[in-house]
Every structure is written in structure tokens, then in C-alpha cells.
């Protein structure tokens, strides 16, 4: 059974500072997937990570993957206010009909 | 262009009520799923469609769940004789499959809430 852990579960920072968020899943997957949640709102897709090393930037966010340790991170650089929401990381796999598996979500609080 | 919507956005329902939920996928989106979040159990899938086929309904919870396709576009996921576990949000996606991301889009989601 395909398992995705992310840690923290809850994280409260400053503005301005930078941080990390984990995922860990179990079992060997196809895709690696970042989805942002606002409170009340659906899922806004962030990164699609297809390889190993892959790496991708979006503003102040950057998600990699690192598929032989089974691990990809989102990293926060100078956090804002606005970047307060959940963060789900996902996978599929195509034999599964690239059904995604997701984390239990990051709820992030950035504060002034 | 037009993204994924789904209707009604709030259902309130007694206990027992058969209840239909509706997706609109983006439009030539071949792939279609079904996921419901809540609080104690996080984000689960539920069913996926590929086309108007149903290749894979592991995640449906009960046989008091269903759902169809029909002409490969709108779905519709029915509850029957709801119960106070099935409250949650249900949230519906699309995918362009056969394109190299497999990226799935999802809806607004439907909020069920059942007394």
C-alpha cells in the first residue's frame, strides 16, 4: 500500500524567514505532486516533479524530488503572508490510474 | 478557459436521503476522479474513470456509493441513505490523459453535510 507522510503537520513562522516541508512516501512512484489549499478552497496545483533531481522554482517556493531516497521537499525562502495556506504533496502511479495518494497536508502560518 | 465545476457547492441533507453530486470536467479531459476530504480521514480517493469505464471504484467506502459518466464528460457520484460519516467535501478532477504531466485539475468541490 502506497503510504505519503509529511512532516511538520503544523508550522508557524516569521516573515522573512525560510524553511522546509517533507514528504516521505513508501513505495516506488511515478509522479510527485505539490498542491497549495486555501481555507474553504479547492486545490491549486503548484509542481509536477516527473524525475529524479528534479527541481522546480516558482517565486519563493522550490519543490525537489529525490526518488531513490523517496523524498521531495518544498522549500520557503523569505516567507510572506501569503504563502499561509495547507500544502499537500501527492504521488501516483500509472498502473494505478495515476490515482493520487496524498500527505495529510502542512497547515503553514506565516506571521507579520 | 473553463476549469473543473461541480455542483451544488453546499448540500445539507437528513440522515437517510439519497443525495447526487455533479462534475464538469474540462472539456477533452479524458481521465476523471473522485476524492472526498474530511477532517478525520484527509484527502481519499474515491473512484477514477477513463472515459465513460470505471477501471478503478477501490476507493469508494460502501455500495451505498455509486457514480457514472456518461458521453465521457459529466460525472455524477450518488449517495444513498447518507449517513453522518459520509459529511465532507467532496472534490472532483480532471486529467488530459495521454500528456506528459498527467496533471490533475481539480473542482471547487461539493461541501455535504449530513444531520
Known amino acids: 500500500e502506497l503510504k505519503v507522510e509529511q512532516n511538520p503537520l503544523f508550522l508557524s513562522m516569521q516573515e522573512g524567514k525560510n524553511y522546509t516541508i517533507y514528504c516521505n512516501y513508501s513505495?516506488?512512484?511515478?509522479?510527485l505532486y505539490w498542491y497549495r489549499q486555501d481555507p474553504g478552497k479547492s486545490l491549486e496545483s503548484l509542481f509536477v516533479?516527473?524525475?529524479?533531481?528534479a527541481v522546480k522554482q516558482e517565486g519563493r517556493l522550490m519543490a525537489s524530488l529525490d526518488t531513490k531516497a523517496r523524498l521531495s521537499t518544498l522549500h520557503i525562502t523569505a516567507a510572506v503572508h501569503d504563502l499561509s495556506a495547507t500544502y499537500f504533496c501527492?504521488?501516483?502511479?500509472?498502473?494505478?490510474?495515476?490515482?493520487?495518494?496524498f500527505g495529510e497536508g502542512t497547515q503553514l502560518t506565516v506571521n507579520p | 478557459g473553463a476549469g473543473v465545476s461541480q455542483s451544488p457547492s453546499n448540500k445539507v441533507t437528513e440522515k437517510g436521503k439519497d443525495v447526487e453530486l455533479r462534475c464538469d470536467p474540462i472539456?477533452?479531459?479524458?481521465?476523471l476522479y473522485w476524492y472526498r476530504q474530511s477532517l478525520g480521514q484527509g484527502l481519499e480517493f474515491l473512484i477514477y474513470?477513463?472515459?465513460?469505464?470505471?477501471?478503478?471504484k477501490s476507493g469508494l467506502p460502501s455500495d451505498r456509493f455509486s457514480a457514472e459518466r456518461t458521453g465521457g464528460s459529466v460525472s455524477t457520484l450518488t449517495i444513498q441513505r447518507t449517513q453522518q460519516e459520509d459529511s465532507a467535501v467532496y472534490l472532483c478532477?480532471?486529467?488530459?490523459?495521454?500528456?506528459?504531466?498527467?496533471?490533475?485539475?481539480f473542482g471547487p468541490g461539493t461541501r455535504l453535510t449530513v444531520t
Open positions: 513505495t516506488t512512484s511515478d509522479r
Open positions: 516533479l516527473l524525475s529524479n533531481g
Open positions: 472539456s477533452g479531459h479524458t481521465a
Open positions: 478532477a480532471s486529467s488530459p490523459w495521454g500528456r506528459s504531466t498527467y496533471e490533475q485539475y
Open positions: 474513470f477513463q472515459g465513460n469505464s470505471a477501471p478503478d
Open positions: 501527492a504521488v501516483d502511479r500509472e498502473t494505478s490510474g495515476s490515482r493520487l495518494t
